[in-house]
């Protein structure tokens, strides 16, 4: 009898070890990109529709030099050169970059936003810190890259590589230079080269005007943002793909463009989306002079509303008189049998949740220090891009497409938000504990769903086929919202109505843009 | 006499004992722990969005002599968690399931004054349930499966005194959170697996075992090999530094009637950290000891 025990007991002991045995505690930090190769040229793409530049034309590009120059002679001389002796950490920065641009940058911005998307932390009286563009490296870190201004960020991204690509399509297509490796027999193509004319490199416009948008959103990470786009343009210099000249006209069209959209980030109404005491205020009187409670700060100390006039910011696709009329009705008054209906529904439902839903709300919480839920469905949407094999134009289109929609559903959304004032559940019930963080902001109607069902309309628009796809994942991130124990359903049911009608908007305009 | 003691004071894995053979030792531990700040990185604070958290479990824990030389242990705890203010949820639920293997490697008189004993100990851990790693300070584990390497020298003084120092390296399996992508280290990783760094840790214990009574006192450090700081006003992450040095005592008296009853009574207080909540955590618990 003991003597069986004593086996079984090291039985367990032995087993349970050798569980543990072989851990692999490597982690691959992002999403695999193969080196692209594009399913079609696009050669058409400077003729498709422009969104804010006047047309490809509005920058001019000098035609290059012949290929038969000496000036082009000795810039391919020069990559020869660099080719015969390439390094492992240059090697690998062409592999990286080869991945395609339009891609990389995104997954880069992302890093950006999860970077940056940190609230101020209190003061010792109490009071918060507002993060100071002209400060960036101060605490609180210069931009918080919440929500609506994540969403900003990537379509302001997202539309300026766009346009200056379609410009850059058109000056190709004018001048038909070919890569370096095409031409010369001596230089060995190290990523993809297609027949796609190589002047201006579309690399280096990439390179150009990503750049100089991001030191405006993120200055606080001017210095990895430099490195990186010069990074890709040497990548494309060093890999055969572009010569000096290419690389030179696509940097100064990207600036170019880039200039113009930052411009517009300038004028387009963040600079005052902050508001003030006394418009807080007015918010808090506006709710109970309709009789309705209104929403107060969860927070200790009581922190300022996030961003309550991001909704008068300008629209991408919209017109001001659009996103008023496409809003939703008023949500049940705080005094309805409704809202009590729903109140306790979110009580309920939080305190019975299986591990199935928990699993939700924490997939889809993309909360503080996340790329935010806009980040979330650029990354989404990037494994689609990928595996399309997107030119760098049409994976730049679809990025466009989704990111204004969202763009325009953040503004929507906060626009409504602000204009309900609306309590979360945990102000009307205390007893209710969330098993996320707690954003701060009202309620009515929710940021996920509008977000959401903005990005999955233009995604089932782009790929078709995974429409049903797109449908579950917005329906989990809606739903993760009331599993969290932040949103009533009226919040997350006018959320995703509100926002499938903004995606609407970049639907049809990507009907009738040329590209299809 | 002796050999009871033992057996009941065998209970964890870093103290220098073994349960005589055919002894089965089995506990009930309740513990309290509490605290109000803590280390954001390196700078202390409090946080009025989650005031006071804590967290108590109830561990069952037993332990069994094999061979003279072999113990083996089990320890399963279940814990939930609270926080005094915001909203934020507490969670509850099975933590993990700890297998442990203790061999003795050498027993033999040190001087004219004692015996000293070393031995070395595996420690196996893995989730019991799956709790969600990814809502901390809330959650009720990191979820990781662990080994460590354990080794212990103990000195028994004839007249009862005694000093342990214990030390060990862990092993952390990489954790699967239930979201896409998440920021440490300074960078976004696309992935819902998080590589956990390895832990290490020592504790030197001092005491005086006098009859019935065992009073040790005791200091450890926890050091974790890598993972990065708490980021200014975020929540903390799985694989966060986790540091600490904490000091405690703890009374354990065994009862004249039944002698297999005991009844420990312990206190620790988290001195300093780094990513960690500056806890004070108070212990009872039951023993009793079976002769198969």
Known sequence: MRSSLR??????????????????????????????????????????????????TQFAVAAPAAETSAAYTAELTAIEATQSKLTAAQRSSIEYWAGGGVLRWNQIVRELVARFNLPPAPRPDGTYPVPDPENPFADPQFPFANPPYAARAYSYVAVAQYEALKAAWYWKYQYHRRSPAGVDNGITALMPVSDLPAYPSEDAVLSGVTVELLKVLFPAGVAEITQRAAEQRNAALWSGKAAASDIAAGLALGKAVAAVFVSRAGADGLRN??????????????????????????????RPPMLPNFGRLQAWLMTPTEVATERPPAPPSTSSDQMRQELAEVRHTVEHLSRDQLAIAYEWNDGAGSYTPPGHWNDIAAEYIR????????????????????????????????????????????????????????????????????????????????????????????????????????????GKEHGARIGGYAVRFAQQDGAN | MVALSAALRAQAVNDGLLMPRGALGTSLLYTHERWSQYWEGSLKRDNGNIGTVTTQSVTWVAGYGVTDRLS??????????????????????????????KYQLLSTPFTDRGTLRAMVVGVAGIPASTYVPDFLPLSIGLASRQFSGRFTLHFQAHRGWFLTGSSAYTWRSKVTLDRPAYFTNGQLYLSDEVAMPNVFDYTVTAG?????????????????QGGSDIRRQDMPFVSNRMDFVRVGGLVMYTLPAPRELGIRLGMSRVVSGRNVGQATTLQTGLFYTFHL
Not at chain 1, 17 to 26: A, F, I, K, Q
Not at chain 1, 391 to 415: I, Y
Not at chain 1, 480 to 491: E, K, M, N, P, T
């Open chain 1, 7 to 56: 086996r079984a007991v090291l039985t367990v002991a032995i087993s349970g070890t050798v569980v543990l045995v072989g851990c692999d505690n490597t982690i691959t930090s992002s999403e695999a990109l193969p080196p692209l190769q594009a399913a079609s040229l696009d050669s058409a793409a400077g003729s498709w529709r422009m969104i804010v530049l006047s047309g490809p």
């Open chain 1, 273 to 302: 989306a902050a508001g003030t005491p006394a418009q807080w205020q007015a918010l808090a009187d506006s709710a109970m002079a309709r009789g309705e409670i209104p929403w107060i700060s969860q927070e200790s100390p009581p």
């Open chain 1, 387 to 494: 595996d399309a094999r997107m030119s760098e134009v049409r994976a730049a289109r679809a990025f466009a497409l989704l990111n204004m929609a969202m763009q325009d559903a953040a503004v929507g959304c906060w626009g409504v938000k602000y204009l309900y004032f609306n309590p979360r559940p945990v102000q009307l019930d205390p007893s209710i504990k969330t098993v996320i963080g707690l954003p701060n902001f009202p309620a009515y109607p929710s940021g996920h769903s509008t977000f959401s069902a903005a990005a999955a309309t233009v995604l089932s628009y782009l790929f078709p086929q995974a429409t049903p796809a797109f449908a579950t994942m917005r329906d989990a991130a809606s739903i993760s919202r009331l599993y969290g124990g932040i949103h009533y359903r009226s919040d997350i049911e006018r």
């Open chain 2, 72 to 101: 083996v242990m089990a320890m399963l705890p279940y814990v939930w968690t609270h926080a005094t203010q915001g909203p934020l949820h507490g969670m509850d639920g099975l933590q993990d399931v700890t297998l442990a293997a």
């Open chain 2, 208 to 224: 005086y075992q006098h009859g019935r009574l065992c009073i040790p006192i005791s200091l450890s450090q926890q050091r974790t």
